[in-house]
């Protein structure tokens, strides 16, 4: 069926783009809009044409579906479309309202006239792909807008209201009314008056002094970008389209998207991008399953995660009810959660009145009474199953039935958690993560017995407080802190070995992590991994010791919460300082381990950490813990700052060969200091590798 209805009103041609939910420009509306153009041509009483999409888009740019596929590549492609378009014998005019991103854009901008709607979305986002706008987009976007304001479009791939352009030559008209009414007067007075076929190429690009500002910009944007080659190649094609005749432009842009779209960076990023829209389904919850109204929430808790967790409800314009113990536990969440809105507001990210609005839904109880009428509640109390055990008996008692019961433990056992109710199946782990009100991540952790119906609710909800859920089995710490575990142990056996903090955390942060492992392990609290350590020394007796770690502990240096971990903290600032304390410690241990230090290198240091990430991903994968390896990645690119342009562990193993990744690990299963048994390869990454096809 065709995806671009042709129907003549008047004298006018009216395409109208039809393939929900944003107009992707797949095959058969592209072959559609050339089917248009062509029948319109032909018909004489047709003197003009007008494309239009629905309210929600012109076009959102490429079909997401066809990406990978050779449909994609299949004639007539974006470029030709748009070449039938700006060649059409007829005036052209695109009628755009909602998103138009990407190739809408671009098809827009090929037509002779464009007329929007006051509040449409224009946008060039290939750069957050590691691309750019590879149909025409970098050569006629300046000449309409000038090169400054196309190289801040298309490099920062941000969204801009129509009215913004209203009296530039992108837009012809803004109207505040029927977009297609608008679209047709405008056919009707080209028409009339004869008006020309105005094609942007024709246009020239001029910039007062090309060489100083584009030496600045590649300065300004290189810093920026850093790690990205993509925003760097979409100044050299601005660039083109003021220096160069359009079509030499073009081709400039074209050989820059060809290069883009084979590098490492594009490919990540891409994988993130489809990583995130998959790791919202589930492979066995079908995608009709009806779910839960949640419309108001109980959070228990008013701690570090409890109103960090709230304050997500709150912005999303959900009522929360906080319940604590004792009143100071109350007072004190209170003002840290005040204190977050003042900061917002003083930082200009929200106004007084919605942060008023979003205060006003907050109301506070020393008992459970309240939480009688909610519809879901989060426990966010201290980690001891005795606590959860008190805590849920009577959120069983409270609860109305159907509410749905959620903790935000990090390492307990869901279904141990879910069997102190009598209703297991409304019981599910909601895992934020610290600071709740910043982190993307929400890992979902599915009980044993939770219904399906509180999975679809849970994964419908993280999409309202504007989180990336992904999805993980019950085990101990589901997928994001069971991997890291095994990461910051090897750090933590390294500096036992010869390596040096400093050492460790600057091969990491130069891989691109946020932060090395050892600051990581300071600023989430040294004495919470210690817990865990000691809970798993004593359920795995035969266990390696980390005993620099621990001894650190032993010390009282948690971390930055008590001004020394692995580094010491001046009070008042987060910089991590070289400590000749920690370095006294290192060499006691090592001296008490009979450990004649060694010098280790970068790359021993980098292949340690990484691998087992992914080592222990592919364990979590084929227990089934995580659905997929990308699920696997999107939990380090949103939870753990793995670096974006790496796409995620799972991904990084896959570019680095998962043949060479096991090769590399071969030594470390043959170190006498190694965890027994941990370097042998998990056996679905064997699988993978001797295959060939790769986790994905
Ligand atoms: P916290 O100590 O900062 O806060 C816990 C709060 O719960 C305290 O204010 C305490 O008064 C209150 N509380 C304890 N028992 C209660 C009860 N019976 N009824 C009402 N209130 C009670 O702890 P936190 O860091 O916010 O951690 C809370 C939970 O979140 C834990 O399960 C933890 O494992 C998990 N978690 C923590 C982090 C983190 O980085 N802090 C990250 C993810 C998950």
Not at 518 to 531: F, N, P, S, Y
Request: charged share 25%; glycine share 10%; hydrophobic share 40%.
């Amino acid at each position: 069926m065709s995806q671009a209805h042709y129907e003549v009103n008047g004298e006018t041609a009216v395409i109208r783009l039809d393939n929900p939910p944003v107009n992707g420009l797949g095959l058969a509306l592209r072959q559609g809009i050339v089917a248009g153009i062509k029948q319109a041509e032909g018909d004489e009483k047709v003197k003009s044409i007008v494309l239009i999409g629905s309210d929600r888009a012109f076009s959102g740019g490429a079909d997401i579906s066809e990406f990978g596929t050779p449909t994609m590549m299949a004639e007539p492609i974006l470029t030709t479309v748009i070449n039938y378009v700006e060649s059409a014998r007829k005036p052209v005019i695109a009628a755009i309202s909602g998103a138009c991103m990407g190739g809408g854009l671009e098809l827009a901008l090929g037509c002779h006239y464009r007329i929007a709607t006051a509040d449409a979305q224009l946008s060039l986002p290939e750069v957050k792909l590691g691309l750019l706008p590879g149909a025409g987009g970098t050569q006629r976007l300046p000449r309409v807008i000038g090169a400054e304001h196309a190289v801040n479009m298309i490099v920062s791939g941000a969204a801009v209201p129509a009215k913004k352009f209203q009296g530039t030559p992108l837009l012809d008209e803004v109207v505040d009314g029927d977009l297609l009414k608008g679209a047709l007067a405008l056919a009707g007075k080209v028409v009339k008056e004869g008006l020309p076929l105005k094609r942007i190429r024709d246009l020239k690009c001029q910039h007062p002094n090309p060489e100083g500002f584009f030496m600045f910009t590649r300065t300004t944007v290189g810093a920026m970008a850093k790690n990205y080659p993509a925003p760097l190649k979409c100044v050299d094609a601005v660039e083109a389209a003021v220096t160069k005749p359009f079509d030499q432009g073009m081709k400039v842009e074209q050989e820059a998207f060809a290069h883009l779209m084979q590098t490492p960076e594009s490919a990540a990023l891409r994988h993130a991008f489809f990583a995130e829209r998959k790791a919202s389904k589930i492979s066995d919850v079908p995608s009709d399953t009806p779910v839960r109204d949640i419309k108001s929430v109980g959070v228990i808790g008013a701690g570090t995660m409890g109103t960090g967790i709230s304050i997500n409800f709150l912005n999303a314009g959900i009522p929360v009810t906080i319940v604590e113990m004792k009143q100071e536990g109350l007072d004190r969440g209170l003002t840290h959660i005040r204190s977050v809105y003042e900061g917002r507001v003083k930082k200009g990210r929200m106004s007084q009145e919605k942060a008023q609005a979003c205060l006003d839904l907050l109301t506070t109880s020393l008992d459970y009474s309240p939480l009688s009428t909610v519809d879901l509640v989060i426990e966010a109390v201290f980690e001891e199953l005795s606590v959860k055990e008190s805590v849920f008996t009577k959120l069983d008692e409270v609860c109305k039935p159907g509410a749905i019961l959620a903790s935000n433990t990090s390492t307990l056992d869901v279904d141990n958690i879910a069997a102190f109710t009598k209703r297991p199946q409304d019981v599910i782990g909601l895992h934020f993560f610290s600071p709740a009100n910043v982190m993307k991540l929400l890992e979902v952790v599915r009980g044993e017995k939770t219904a399906n119906d509180v999975l679809a609710t849970a994964m419908k909800l993280a999409k309202v407080i504007k989180k990336t859920a992904v999805v993980s089995g019950v085990c101990d710490g589901f997928i994001g802190n069971r991997m890291i575990n095994q990461y910051q142990r090897e750090a933590m056996l390294m500096l036992q070995e010869g390596a040096s903090v400093q050492q460790i955390d600057k091969v990491i942060e130069k891989f691109g992590f946020a932060m090395g492992p050892l600051r990581m392990a300071d600023l989430a609290g040294g004495d919470i991994g210690w817990a865990i350590r000691k809970r798993q020394y004593d359920e795995k007796p035969e266990m390696k010791r980390m005993v620099i770690a621990d001894r650190i502990c032993e010390m009282g240096r948690y971390g930055q919460k008590t001004g020394s971990g692995f580094y010491r903290y001046e009070p008042g600032n987060r910089a991590a300082l070289h400590d000749p304390a920690v370095d006294q410690v290192v060499e006691d241990v090592r001296k008490e381990l009979g450990i004649t230090p060694r010098k280790i290198s970068a790359e021993e240091i980098l292949q340690r950490c990484v691998y087992a990430l992914v080592n222990e991903g592919a364990r979590i994968l084929e227990e089934g813990i995580a659905q997929r390896a990308s699920d696997i990645d999107m939990v380090y690119l949103t939870g753990y700052g793995f670096p974006v342009y790496r796409g995620g562990p799972m991904h990084y193993a896959q570019q680095v060969g998962l043949m060479n990744v096991m090769r590399a690990m071969e030594p470390f299963a043959e170190n006498p200091n190694a965890e027994p048994g941990f370097w042998e390869p998990a056996p679905l990454l064997a699988r993978c590798a001797e295959s060939g096809k790769g986790f994905h």
